[in-house]
């Protein structure tokens, strides 16, 4: 996110918007980096913390791959709606207090019913979820938890390359 914001101030963010650069190619170049380091961290701190057995692994990173990928796709709409540095750290402050807040006052008050549907909006809600289901050895709750992931990855993939491309299109007009 901080990258994106600062390429916008330094003028790079409008170079790329005129590079014959698909939303997809964007995307990937700048998920990258964002996505591997935090999937890596994921990783060792899911071997750390939790001492699942080999065929639990599988559901393990699917659900740490799957969280990453959208927490990266976030910090790109963190990056594409700031306007400075300043207010992308306030935007970057909201969202992780959003995202950490969720799942634990789910865990604490035992969400359930609609209440819980809602708030699997929150991707960091589905992913604590399913590890946490994981570590107890629930792997039904882990694999929808993995689909809520996945759908999320969809739906803000998606709604990033829309978004993208119409303002790629106003800005060659």
């Known amino acids: 996110a901080?990258?994106?914001?600062?390429?916008?101030?330094?003028?790079?963010?409008?170079?790329?918007?005129?590079?014959?650069?698909?939303p997809c190619q964007y995307i990937?170049?700048?998920?990258?980096?964002?996505?591997?380091?935090?999937?890596?961290?994921?990783?060792?701190?899911?071997?750390?913390?939790?001492?699942?057995?080999?065929?639990?692994?599988?559901?393990?990173?699917a659900l740490i791959l799957l969280s990453s990928f959208v927490a990266a796709l976030i910090g790109l709409f963190i990056g594409k709606l700031s306007e400075g540095l300043m207010i992308g750290v306030v935007y970057i402050k909201i969202v992780m207090l959003v995202f950490i807040a969720v799942p634990l006052v789910c865990a604490l008050i035992g969400v359930s019913g609609p209440l819980a549907l809602l708030c699997n909006l929150v991707p960091s809600q589905p992913a604590f979820e399913g590890i946490m289901a994981l570590s107890a050895g629930n792997m039904g709750t882990a694999v929808k938890d993995i689909g809520i992931l996945a759908v999320h990855c969809v739906v803000w993939s998606t709604l990033y390359v829309l978004i993208s491309t119409q303002h790629k299109k106003q800005a060659t007009q």
């Open 2 to 22: 901080m990258n994106i914001i600062s390429e916008k101030e330094d003028g790079v963010a409008f170079v790329n918007e005129i590079l014959p650069m698909t």
């Open 28 to 61: 990937l170049q700048k998920v990258v980096v964002g996505f591997l380091f935090g999937s890596l961290s994921s990783i060792i701190t899911a071997c750390i913390c939790f001492q699942l057995s080999w065929n639990h692994w599988g559901l393990m990173l």
